[in-house]
């Protein structure tokens, strides 16, 4: 090979070289330029939204939370409450609130049941008056760490279950000035958690309350409240329903999203799942699809409560029919889109106990059960609730003795009123509140 064949291999090496160092800076450049493009719009996004008030991360959502200064926060008392608690020497002794567990509607306690309520009321004599003293403060602010999910849940389920079964207990010896109490302190104690509006509170809260509803069925079989006591069970009704919603749920949920995601993506080491998290700009897409997916969330929640489950589920399964350059999203969506519903129900079984003390002011007033819900407007209901699953006016049917209250439930078949028990199985149910008096 003569040298000029010699050198003109060497320039076309070394023009190949140059070619490839210029490709490799211009991918290294222009996916550092789209980077940075994407980076700065996710920043935009997320000043929008502190703008407008709302929390995008762990540091804010505890300020959004927090009571103004000098407010008296009941959380306090509460925290005293469930360290002064002492666990039953056996739960099976006590009621239990799975469904058809509990006793019959109207039917007195179980005398084995009733000594063994009256020792874990004995041992709990202190939380007891720490929970009234707390249920009495106007403003409840639990402080978490939202990095984390909240300790005190188990607490609060505690005290939520001590009260729901003096409930019962004060109602089998008569005394339902002190069963009533009861069971207003133990709806206040399930209605704190509805006013932190995170997922997993607002399911605690409903699970605690749907527990005092059922109780409030079981003292109405019983005994005949008085007008005063039908109209302060009203009132605490009242102020769960008007407790922040589904829409701030959605909020609250967002900002432990995206505060989930921006720990996840600073974290040093290896990350789990697919190396698609390595990929540029991999934080950027993922705190978009968060952001993406909660707008759509809160705006089906903003929608009429008939067309909420079926745009929820939409929702979901247009996150579940995304590319798997989405893998964050599509592992977050399985643990939101049940709220909605679960919510709903939640919602339509407050409606109906309220419908029910409504009916018994009616009763005690005229001595007689109405003949239809329309009978109590405008004195004692403002209108007949609408059942959310089908958008028709709640059931009401007259027993011998007492009367049922339902919706037809997610699946939108009315079943005559059959209330879900243990026997009932995989039959379908509807949602329902029954007094046998």
Known sequence: MDGKTQKSDRRLKLK?????????????????????????????????????????????LAEYEKLPPGVPNAAEIYARAFAAFVPPADWTALPSWVPGSLPPRGAPLAEPMV???????????GCLALLHEAAASEHCRFEWDYSKIPTDLSAIGDCARLLQTQTLFWTDQGRIEDAILCLKDGLRLGGTLRRQPLAVNSLAGNHYN???????????????????????????????????????????????????CERFFSTGGPRPGSLLFWVPAARERALADIMDYMEACIAAARLP???????????????????????VVKTLVPGVSPIAERDLIFRTRLDLARAALAVEQYRLATGALPIALEALVP?????????????????????????????VGADGQDHGGREETEASGQMPCDLCFIVTR
Do not use: C
């Not at 190949?16 to 935009?44: K, P």
């Open 115 to 125: 000594q063994a309520i009256s020792a874990w009321q004995a041992a709990n004599a």
């Open 305 to 327: 409560a008939p067309q909420r489950p079926a745009r929820f589920r939409a929702i979901r399964k247009e996150v579940e029919d995304l590319s798997v350059l989405h893998p």
């Open 210 to 260: 749907t527990m005092a509803l059922r109780s409030l069925e079981r003292t109405l079989s019983r005994a005949a409240p008085t007008d005063r006591q039908l109209r302060e069970l009203s009132d605490v009704l009242a102020t769960i329903a008007e407790a922040p919603g589904l829409i701030d749920t959605m909020i609250t949920e967002r900002a432990l999203m995206l505060g989930n």
């Open 379 to 407: 004195q004692y209901l403002k209108e007949v609730p609408l059942d959310p699953f089908d958008g028709r006016a709640i059931r009401y049917t007259r027993e011998t003795p007492g009367y049922v209250l339902y919706s």
């Open 16 to 60: 190949a070289w140059h070619l490839a160092l210029a490709a490799l800076v211009l991918l290294v450049g222009s996916t550092r330029l789209y980077v940075a493009v994407q980076r700065r719009a996710i920043e935009r996004r997320l000043e929008a939204l502190r703008a407008a008030g709302y929390p995008t991360g762990f540091a804010e």
